[in-house]
């Protein structure tokens, strides 16, 4: 009894709701047109490692934004800093294998896919941003981006940030002989480490977001690094002492699968590379300035001492460091090293 008396009720309701409905044919059910074309918007990841507020965390998310209102929302691209997806170790295989559609590392993790991005780390290469711009929008900057072929990558821009800068708690450093004896954090590259050997110290290359750590627990005794970068995660309050030495570029190379590159249609293509575009030459025109004006910030709100090398002291380091140009000719490509000795001495 009871059971039937549960299903007349519940043929009561369902006959109550479909005639409820019945009153009103002519009503749609409501639609939220937020949710219109999402079924074939196309979603693209973009991994880095830096904070958001780096010129290349800047510039990642303004491409995305470009993208978005280039193609009416129609685009997407998810942008994932910090390492949350992937370590500077791992994101290139990760793109490799289809897992993210976009990096940008450091061009001194290249020189796995082809030795000619070492060129980037030669010691003092850019005497200045309009050098470092001639040389990443011209004949260098193309011969790099299309080494990428090979490896089914396709290249899409420069994303400088900036010039390196020392850090360490062992004393100040303004000569070469100041470095003999300490450690410091590097990024994977022959030829930093060659640097570090000539100038008698210990290089210990782990990834980006390991540093703070290792400088924290003691493990090395300093780093190198760009402004932007000491400044968004705080080596500064973990070191003593910074040299303003220009010493070396770090910037990034924008990259997509090419596989997936070449699945795209001619129309997706062209507002990727587009907004590719206007945000390299937006950031071309911020990075340099942001380390300007954090090296300031750094100076009023932190303790740590700063030391800008002289053009007599930047010459006795130049001296120095000088032969890893012979020392890397071969494997680089003497060419393309003699047209980076070129350009430096076109600006020096």
Known sequence: ??????????????????GYRSFFPGEEIPYDDDQEGLKDQIVFKFSHVVAENTPKGLAAQRFAELVAEKSDGHIKIEVFPNGSLYSDIEEINALKEGQVHFIAPSTSKLGMLSPKWAVLDLPFA?????????????????QLLDSLQGDGIKGLAHWPNGFKQLTTNKGPIQKPEDLKGQSFRIMQSDVISAQFSRLKAKAIQDSFNSTYKL??????????????????????????????????????????????????????????????????????????????????????????QIHELTPEEEQEWQAVLDPIYEDFSQDIGKNLVKEMKELRGKYE
């Open 215 to 304: 400088l924290e627990e003691g493990e090395v005794d300093g780093e190198e690094n760009t402004v932007s970068n000491i400044y968004s995660k705080k080596f500064y309050n973990l070191q003593k002492h910074m040299t303003i030495s220009n010493h070396g570029y770090l910037g990034y190379a924008v990259m997509m699968s090419g596989k997936v590159w070449n699945e795209q249609s001619e129309e997706t293509k062209k507002i990727l590379l587009e907004a590719m575009e206007e945000t390299t030459a937006w950031n071309s025109r911020m990075a340099f300035d942001m380390n300007e004006e954090l090296l300031e910030k750094i100076r009023q709100n932190s303790s740590i």
């Open 1 to 18: 009894m009871k059971s039937y008396v549960l299903l007349a009720g519940m043929v009561l309701l369902l006959a109550a709701f479909f």
């Open 126 to 142: 850019f005497p200045s941003r309009k050098a470092a711009l001639e040389g990443l929008n011209g004949d260098i900057g193309e």
